[in-house]
């Protein structure tokens, strides 16, 4: 027996050693496994570094479970938050980094943790937990003091906030010159700028940034930048230069240098060499779009519209879903709506300037543009016929497009003060619920007189104001009603109540029925009342593939701040949708920057941003009917959580 235990006295330390061995040896190659991973994702091999950082969670996982009381605990803890961290499963980081603050609080690593897990806080947009994570950061742990504050200001560029970003990164720097997050700063700064139009800011970012790195590829893309700011600023020959030195260096960048170049050249009145350099690029790419855009705008302008036609429709193939080709198939349409009018014969200029408004509003969504050209109707042809039809359409973009009824009023009114004897002062009449003759069965056409009312039968009353809280869904008056109930109901886009021109009008809602005498009629039966602020909000609008908050909005989101103010326990879901046009992984992100800058703009409005939380749904959930509704498609919805 005394043998035995002397036996095992000697045979326990190698035990011991063993064990240790052990799981040092799981967790050595669960840092291993870390480590290529890494490498694996610089080198965007994203398969197989995510295969990598799953061996590091599962060695990491097996450390915890057969030695939960070992040295390498909170390595272990900490190295599967970095791990998840890295495979964008921000959820689970967070969890991991919260266990090993909350179990291991004298660690080392809890600094890093509280770091790390405020970085995934802002990947998983949670910004008020993560600027509270990170100001605490910097204060409490100098050594991570720069990178959280980088992280905070960067933040803002994440979230499309140009300005914000731009003034925070400029401070960033201005504080941390020695930063090594110097180049990214700097990137992001010049970047923030050039969509702030601030191009004397964006140059002296890049050309900042161009001492600083070393890889002569990415300074050759950084010579391109700042001859785009350049040419922003009107300094083309100084810009020309700079992009020849460039080009021909690397292939995968020519397109981009050519389009700068052609660019440049055209401003100076060298057209025929822009022309020929634009001829150069040629990718299927944003470059090979702008590049035939410009072609095709250059041929429209010298009134060669076959020419451009033709190129408009090359840049749409070369990439339709960006920014030129979004243009181009613009257009495309205005080219043939221009094609339709001279085969129908519309030749007067208050004519021709109402059908241009038309298209913007009804063909292309551009509401804006469209508002601005009936107004030009209304301004250089007070005496036409189109001019008060050309009011009711900027009316009629307040109330349906915008969701905005009162403020279609001043328009209504002043439409009613200026032609008092029109039958588009009727209907503005109508609108406003004042009295106002029986609406005949069809609008003639501006040019003409009102056609002779038909047999009379019953009428609807107009729809509502749509306010906040009403989905504004139901069709304007001027549509015929919906069909029976052996076909579902259709979603129809509002258009105006009049006819456009050279056109047979559309039908409209019938007179009155026999024997229902004119003038003031009694009150109709009260509609429901629209949901309660408590229950639903009205939709906010956007321009075709923008972003931006309209003007028109504003109100409506200042009465949903003060809602959201005056029940503080209640929280807001806000879904950005886009209209059908697009590829799904574009219309993703858009609706995704849309229902953001909802988000932004409450947050300025002092609402917490961890009471909102934003979705998207692309173009999955679109509520138009055909392209003329495309408009309703653009929009945010907000639902209560």
């Not at 008060?388 to 209504?412: F, N, Q, T």
């Not at 039958?423 to 503005?428: F, H, T």
Request: proline share 10%.
């Amino acid at each position: 027996m005394p043998k035995l235990i002397r036996r095992s006295a000697r045979l326990l330390p190698a035990l011991l050693l063993f064990a240790g061995c052990a799981y040092f040896n799981t967790f050595y190659n669960a840092q291993r496994y870390y480590r290529e991973g890494v490498q694996l994702s610089e080198q965007r091999q994203v398969g197989q570094a995510r295969s990598r950082f799953e061996k590091a969670v599962e060695k990491s996982a097996l450390v915890l479970t057969r030695w939960p009381n070992s040295r390498w605990a909170d390595d272990a803890t900490f190295l599967i938050g970095q791990s998840y961290y890295e495979m964008g499963q921000y959820g689970r980081a967070i969890r991991h980094f919260d266990q090993l603050v909350l179990a291991f609080p004298e660690s080392p690593l809890v600094p890093r943790a509280v770091y790390y897990r405020g970085l995934a806080m802002l990947r998983n947009r949670e910004y008020g937990p993560a600027r509270v994570l990170l100001d605490q950061v910097r204060r409490d742990y100098p050594q991570l003091r720069d990178g959280a504050a980088f992280h905070l200001a960067s933040s803002f560029h994440a979230r499309e906030d140009w300005s914000r970003a731009a003034d925070s990164l400029a401070v960033f720097l201005e504080e941390h010159p020695k930063t090594r997050h110097r180049l990214d700063a700097l990137r992001q700064l010049a970047a923030s700028c050039a969509r702030l139009g601030r191009w004397e800011s964006c140059e002296q970012s890049y050309r900042r940034l161009a001492t600083l790195i070393s890889d002569p590829k990415e300074r050759a893309s950084v010579r391109f930048r700042i001859a785009d700011a350049l040419i922003a600023q009107g300094r083309h020959d100084e810009a020309v230069p700079l992009i020849r030195e460039a080009l021909g260096r690397y292939p995968d960048l020519d397109d981009e240098g050519h389009v700068l170049l052609g660019r440049a050249l055209a401003e100076t009145g060298r057209e025929a060499d822009a022309l020929q350099t634009w001829r150069k690029v040629r990718g299927s790419n944003d470059f090979g779009a702008e590049a035939f855009f410009r072609i095709g705008k250059h041929h429209e302008e010298h009134g060669e519209f076959e020419l451009a036609r033709a190129h408009y429709d090359t840049a749409r193939s070369r990439r339709g879903t960006s920014e030129h080709g979004i243009q181009a198939i613009k257009r495309l349409s205005l080219l043939d709506a221009i094609a339709r009018a001279e085969s129908t014969g519309v030749a007067e200029p208050a004519d021709a300037l109402f059908l241009l408004a038309e298209v913007h509003n009804l063909n292309l969504g551009e509401h804006d543009e469209a508002r601005r050209l009936y107004q030009q109707v209304r301004d250089s042809f007070p005496d036409s016929d189109w001019a008060p039809k050309a009011m009711l359409a900027r009316a009629w973009i307040s109330r349906y497009v915008e969701d905005d009824s009162l403020g279609a009023v001043p328009e209504l009114k002043r439409l009613i003060a200026e032609y008092p004897r029109t039958e588009y002062a009727n209907e503005a009449k109508r609108w406003l619920g004042l009295p106002a003759p029986p609406r005949p069965t069809t609008v003639a056409a501006a040019s003409s007189p009102p056609a002779p009312p038909k047999e009379p039968v019953k009428t609807e009353p107009p729809p509502d104001p749509v306010f906040v809280g009403d989905t504004g869904d139901e069709p304007p008056p001027s549509l015929p009603p919906d069909p029976g109930p052996d076909r579902p109901p259709r979603e129809r886009p509002r258009t105006p109540p009049v006819s456009p021109p050279g056109k047979p009008a559309r039908p409209t809602e019938p007179d009155p029925a026999p024997g229902r005498p004119e003038g003031p009629q009694p009150a109709p039966p009260e509609r429901p009342a629209p949901p309660a602020a408590d229950t639903a909000f009205g939709p906010i609008r956007f321009a075709f593939d923008r972003a931006d908050i309209r003007d028109v909005d504003t109100a409506a989101l200042g009465r949903i701040a003060t809602w959201l103010r005056e029940h503080p326990a209640r929280r807001l879901r806000l879904t950005g949708h886009c209209d059908p046009r697009g590829e799904d992984d574009y219309n993703l992100g858009l609706g995704r920057r849309r229902a953001e800058a909802v988000r932004a703009w409450l947050e300025r409005a002092g609402i917490d941003p961890v009471r909102l939380e934003t979705a998207t749904r692309g173009s999955s959930e679109t509520i138009s009917s055909g392209p003329e509704g495309y408009w309703r498609d653009r929009r945010v919805e907000f639902s209560l959580l």
